[in-house]
C-alpha cells in the first residue's frame, strides 16, 4: 500500500447538508489530489494541491472546496451537497519528478 | 484540452491467451503515461509507468509501449489469467502540478 487513508469510505448524506470527505497520507508527498467517477465519465479531476496550503482547480470543481493545512492531510467539502455529487472520489497521491501516482480506495457517496 | 481513448470499452478472452489493450491520446506533449489496473468496488492500483522519453517498460507478464508522436500506448498482457480480470485505465500527465488525464478504461474478462 502506498499510505494513503480515505475517510469515511462509505457516506449517505441529504442534499443540501455540508459533506468533508478526509485523505491521508504517510508518505510525504508534495502534491495530493482528488478525483470522481462515474459510469461513462471515468476519473475526472476535481482539485489538487502542490503544497500546504497550495491548491488549485481541476476540470470539475463547482460545488467543491479544499483544503491542505498540513502536508499529510487534504480535505474535499462540498458545501451543499446535491445528487449530481452521488459519485466515487478518489484521492491520490504523487511525490513529483513525473514519478507514478498512487490512489487511495475510495469513498462512495451517495446523496439522497 | 487533453482527451484520453481506451478501445476496446470490454474485452473477453480465454484463459492463456495473450492479448493488447489500447490507449490513444490527442495532444503529443505528455511528460509520462501511467497504467492502472481497478478491481470492482476497489481503488486503482499502479500497473507501469513508461516516460515519455521511454519506447516500453516491463513488469512481470505485463509490457506497455509507448509512442508519443502518434498519440499511442499498448499495454500487452501474455498467458492471460482469470485473476487479470479487472478494469484497466490508462492516463497521461500534460501540463503543470502533474495533473492526469484517464480514459474510460478497458473492462477485460478472462474466462476458464
Known amino acids: 500500500d502506498a499510505g494513503i487513508t480515505q475517510s469515511p469510505r462509505h457516506k449517505v448524506t441529504e442534499t443540501g447538508t455540508p459533506v468533508t470527505l478526509r485523505c491521508h497520507q504517510t508518505e510525504n508527498h508534495r502534491y495530493m489530489y482528488w478525483y470522481r467517477q462515474d459510469p461513462g465519465h471515468g476519473l475526472r479531476l476535481i482539485h489538487y494541491s502542490y503544497g500546504v496550503k497550495d491548491t488549485d482547480k481541476g476540470e470539475v470543481s463547482d460545488g467543491y472546496s479544499v483544503s491542505r493545512s498540513k502536508t499529510e492531510d487534504f480535505l474535499l467539502t462540498l458545501e451543499s451537497a446535491t445528487s449530481s455529487q452521488t459519485s466515487v472520489y478518489f484521492c491520490?497521491?504523487?511525490?513529483?519528478?513525473?514519478?507514478?501516482?498512487?490512489f487511495g480506495q475510495g469513498t462512495r457517496l451517495t446523496v439522497v | 484540452k487533453q482527451e484520453v481513448t481506451q478501445i476496446p470499452a470490454a474485452l473477453s478472452v480465454p484463459e492463456g491467451e495473450n492479448l493488447v489493450l489500447n490507449c490513444s491520446f490527442t495532444?503529443?506533449?505528455?511528460?509520462?503515461l501511467q497504467w492502472f489496473r481497478q478491481d470492482p468496488g476497489k481503488g486503482l492500483t499502479s500497473l507501469l509507468l513508461i516516460q515519455s522519453s521511454q519506447r516500453e517498460q516491463t513488469s512481470g507478464r505485463l509490457n506497455a509501449s509507448l509512442d508519443k508522436s502518434s498519440g499511442r500506448s499498448t499495454l500487452y498482457i501474455a498467458a492471460s489469467q482469470p485473476g487479470d480480470s479487472a478494469t484497466y485505465l490508462c492516463a497521461v500527465e500534460t501540463g503543470t502540478a502533474s495533473k492526469l488525464t484517464f480514459g474510460t478504461g478497458t473492462r477485460l474478462q478472462v474466462t476458464l
Open positions: 495532444d503529443s506533449a505528455i511528460y509520462n
Open positions: 491520490a497521491i504523487r511525490g513529483g519528478g513525473r514519478g507514478e501516482a498512487f
